[in-house]
């Protein structure tokens, strides 16, 4: 249990007695020894200010002084993870779902409050480009994966939009840039592989168990990858970016193993890890005139080559 559980536990435990609490019974309650016991009634009394008093008995609250303890703290993660979970769960409510998600909803809100956010619909959340999968598609792959089974898909490929039918094992369902991935081994192709579910045509529940992957095997597989493709590193790009001309990629977060060399005032190196190149030109297309790639050559061969048919469409 962390530090500020046990300090909010203790606050409800005091709260909800009216006689002292034994040290004893607040070690069982908060799980932990003696000494981290009185390191906790500490905080709360002097961090926090809260009217709590001893006796031979225990420790209780002084029932004359009114004191509750601040709301949670969010940072903007946090608080911008809880806006986008109200907005997903008010996407997928329906008539069979409405109570349940309206209880959520309710708690949700409560704790922006907490915050200071009385009116989240006053604060808007986009989802630009995003591919839905069919709904029917969706809750069976969610059935398979919370249930251990096979999955029997028909899936068209994006880029010749041929169909297959794959046997496949899910292992991880993943949101990614307002889109839905199925991580899953393919046992036609007796690896891991990556399934959009809007590419999903059709999807059924086999009889039998999925094949059971590691989760240090499913880290691995995506360690250094760059963004949702996987695989082994196959190179490094180095990125000159022009901060004076996009200052916000200061701030950005392209990949866990990143490196960033500052060239001078107004320029800086950002080195990247990638397997497959296709997110990552598309990443430093949008940067424009701001971005040059520096290296691999193969890699800054081929964004040439696909400028100079952009060129040509426009010619």
């Known amino acids: 249990m962390k530090k ?18 034994a040290i004893e019974h607040l070690m069982e309650r908060l799980e932990c020894s003696q000494a981290t016991v009185y390191r906790v009634i ?12 001893s006796s031979e008995q225990g420790v209780f609250y002084d029932r004359q002084a009114a004191f509750d303890l601040p709301g949670i703290r969010l940072n903007a993660e946090e608080t911008q993870g809880l806006l986008m979970a109200a907005q997903l769960l008010e996407d ?20 922006l409050q907490q915050k200071g956010i009385q009116n989240r619909r006053l604060i808007q959340i986009i989802p630009a480009l995003s591919r ?7 809750q069976t792959v969610m059935s398979a ?5 096979k999955l029997q898909l028909t899936y068209q490929t994006r880029e010749q939009a041929e169909t297959t039918d794959r046997l496949v094992s899910p292992l991880r369902l993943t949101s990614y840039k307002n889109a839905w991935y199925l ?8 690896d891991i592989r990556l399934f959009a579910l809007e590419q999903i045509q059709a999807a059924s529940i086999d009889i039998e168990a999925a094949k ?9 597989h995506y360690a250094d990858s760059y963004g949702i493709f996987s695989g082994a590193m196959k190179d490094t790009a180095v990125i000159r970016i022009n901060t004076q001309q996009a200052p916000w990629t200061q701030f950005e977060h392209w990949h866990s193993k990143q490196r960033i060399e500052r060239l001078d005032a107004a320029h800086m190196l950002l080195h990247v890890p990638y397997n497959d190149e296709r997110e990552l030109l598309a990443d430093v297309m949008r940067l424009g005139t701001a971005a040059e790639i520096m290296a ?3 890699l800054r061969t081929q964004f040439h080559q696909q400028l100079q048919r952009i060129m040509r469409q426009y010619e």
């Not at 409510?93 to 704790?111: C, F």
């Not at 839905?132 to 598609?137: A, H, L, R, S, Y």
């Not at 991580?183 to 007796?190: E, I, P, Q, T």
Request: a positive charge.
């Open 183 to 190: 991580d899953a081994w393919c046992h036609l192709r007796d």
């Open 92 to 111: 997928l409510q329906s008539d069979s779902l409405q109570k349940p998600m309206q209880r959520i909803l309710h708690n949700i809100d409560r704790v």
């Open 4 to 21: 500020i559980d046990r300090i909010y536990l203790l606050d409800k435990i005091l709260k909800e007695r009216r006689t002292p609490v």
């Open 145 to 149: 994966l919370q249930t251990e089974k």
């Open 212 to 220: 059971t992957v590691s989760t240090a095997t499913l880290k691995a």
């Open 296 to 298: 691999p050559h193969s």
């Open 132 to 138: 839905k999968p069919n709904p029917g598609v969706f």
């Open 42 to 53: 500490a905080t709360l009394r002097d961090e926090f200010n809260a009217p709590i008093e």
